[in-house]
């Protein structure tokens, strides 16, 4: 997508914030021994009482209002039994739907007491979203985006989940421009356009340097098994930088 009109971003940063205060939420309202149901259950009563459709259901017929992976799980787990403890890592992914308009945004939460490896893996991971996002404006190359996380990770002693990529989204969950890598590509020529709406989402790992299918059609799991934070925001290129719509406030 791209944002043509004063509409268009006003829309856009209204499902923005929709997910985002929902991501919020839910990351505030996780306690051992809920289940990952019970948390996408607060997810879906929050998109729906702003109006706003879970995406994934929407889209592709997902099995849940949000995707909850835990620990091995690094994306699209299905929210279901699994029981919420001490020491995991959970990540939570909310995109969301209204008037048309999409936006996507994700953070990882680490349930106490945990390593302070995993305490640092999820402030870099934050930290390492934020670098690429700072790569983004019009006429900026989008291989900068990739080449800047990679950066940061190998400075700081971190792999890159390398096939789970960046994407467009606005009009639909997933659009052009698709595959934007958040990791080194040599291959990446394009480069961003006035009002280009798209995700900036890496997936920092103590290890893992790709995400594998597992036993059903949704969750992939980090390989090597390690653990892996993904911080995610929604952003527009403009002439002065990015914008992020994904914001709470």
Known sequence: MTVSSDDDLAALKRIGRIVAQTLDAMGKAIEPGMTTAELDRIGRRLLEAAGAQPAPELAYGFPGATCISVNEEVAHGIPGDRRIAPGDLVNIDVSAAK???FADTGASFAVPPVTRAVERLCKDGRRAMWTGLRQVGTGKPIAAIGQAVGAFARRNGYTLVRNLASHG??????????????????????????????????????????????????TLYSRPQAPTVQYEHTVVATRNGPLVVTMAS
């Open 169 to 218: 989204v606005g009009h639909s969950l997933h659009e052009e421009p698709t595959e934007i890598a958040t990791w080194p590509d040599a291959s990446e020529r394009r480069v961003a356009t006035e009002g280009l709406v798209f995700t900036v989402e890496p997936f920092l790992s103590l290890g893992a340097e790709f995400a594998e299918d597992g036993d059903d059609p949704w």
């Open 99 to 101: 008037d048309g308009y």
